[in-house]
């Protein structure tokens, strides 16, 4: 019997099947989910549960119903064959697996414990990941799991007030100074690997993937706004990271081919450069791209960020000096800035005029009730 013909019949997998479906069928296992599922086991004896999807027993839920894959929650994999969520037994609490390859990166672990050693991890400036194991997988020494807390993307769900985002911008200054303080490089410091703590944003939880909606993808997930509820930024994805010996002098690196390519010191050759002023450039575009050219009203950040991504890395500000700057000009900003509301320039007007009232009637609430603009986490 075909493990298609399995499914339909209602028989559960034993533990040598390694995929429940016949793989052109929708909703099967991709070839690199199946290392996860020959995996599930283990994975459970060390402490943490992976979804439905992944165990042994797996039967399709939507075989013989009629129902789109797409619509059952273990039709959904995971987004990145590397990365997959699962459960602490323990507490029940989301996190994060990823498989990280010694040998082609042979610095990401080391890097990552490093903050977590004291007194490093106890600095309220660290904002890179926290690191909360690591796993070694038994039967390949080059191959370890990192476990750490489940984190969503910065930007969902979506900034409210100016005062929301200049609490991002602190933070994201912050720690890349100090990783920068540290002699670390980030290398890689674009949108894609800075993501938040949205746990105590979401009172009924979310689902992993399709994070804004429920566990059970029955409707969409309620929040808190930010303001009501201070979230904590996280640098992520060390794995070009680099550590540093100041004795050695500045650093030189070879071009990234990954990432954002619009680094400027990339389009001209290929001669090593300091990827110190590369990060600040990273997070300066990230700044422009996401806020400045989609946004109305972050004026405040343009003369910094335009000096930030200058096209000669040496005349950029250094990661002290962007805070410092960055200081004045948050106190700068009035409090009626930083609870104003931040519209899209691609926003439609009976959008605006609904966000609009909804926002208005949370601003008085948040006056009322002494709600600080800037809301940071303790």
């Known amino acids: 019997m075909s493990p298609s013909e399995a499914a339909t019949s209602g028989q559960d997998y034993g533990p040598d099947d390694d995929q429940p479906l016949d793989p052109s069928q929708p909703g099967a296992l991709t070839p690199t989910e199946l290392f996860w599922r020959r995996h599930q086991q283990w994975l459970e004896g060390a402490g943490y549960m992976l979804r439905e999807r992944y165990r042994d027993s797996w039967r399709p839920s939507w075989i013989g119903t009629g129902k789109p894959y797409f619509r059952c929650t273990d039709g959904i994999g995971a987004q990145r064959g590397g990365v997959i969520d699962a459960t602490r037994i323990s507490d029940g609490a989301l996190v994060t697996l990823k498989r990280v390859r010694k040998s082609r990166h042979p610095h990401e672990v080391e890097i990552g414990l490093f903050f977590m050693s004291e007194p490093l991890v106890s600095d309220p400036k660290n904002h890179c990941v926290p690191i909360l194991q690591v ?84 409707g969409f997930a309620p929040h808190y706004t930010r303001t009501q509820r201070p979230t904590r930024y996280y640098l992520i994805d060390f794995g070009i990271s680099r550590r540093y010996n100041p004795e050695d002098g500045p650093p030189l690196e070879p071009p990234i081919l990954g990432g954002d390519k619009s680094v400027p ?52 500000p250094t990661m002290d000096e962007v805070v410092t700057r960055f200081e004045s000009i948050r106190k700068s900003l009035s409090s009626w800035k930083l609870r104003s509301r931040i519209p899209e320039r691609d926003e439609l007007a009976i959008i605006e005029a609904y966000r609009a009232v909804v926002h208005w009637k949370r601003r008085v609430w948040y006056v009322l009730r002494r709600i600080p603009a800037v809301p940071l986490p303790c």
């Open 265 to 316: 010191e990339f389009q001209t050759s290929d001669e090593p450069r300091d990827p110190f002023p590369t990060d600040v450039y990273y997070m300066g575009n990230m700044i422009r791209e996401d806020f400045i050219k989609t946004k109305y009203g972050f004026e405040f950040m343009e003369k910094l960020v335009a000096d930030m991504v200058q096209d000669d890395p040496t005349k950029r």
């Open 135 to 218: 796993l070694q997988v038994p039967e390949d020494d080059d191959l370890s799991l990192i476990v750490m807390p489940y984190l969503r993307v910065y930007y969902s769900p979506r900034f409210e007030t100016y005062g929301e985002v200049v609490a991002f911008f602190k933070q994201v200054f912050e720690g890349l100074q100090f990783m920068h303080a540290h002699r670390i490089a980030h290398r890689d410091c674009d949108g894609r690997n800075i993501m938040m703590d949205g746990v105590s944003l979401y009172p009924e939880g979310f689902h992993p993937i399709r994070s804004n909606m429920k566990p059970d993808l029955s």
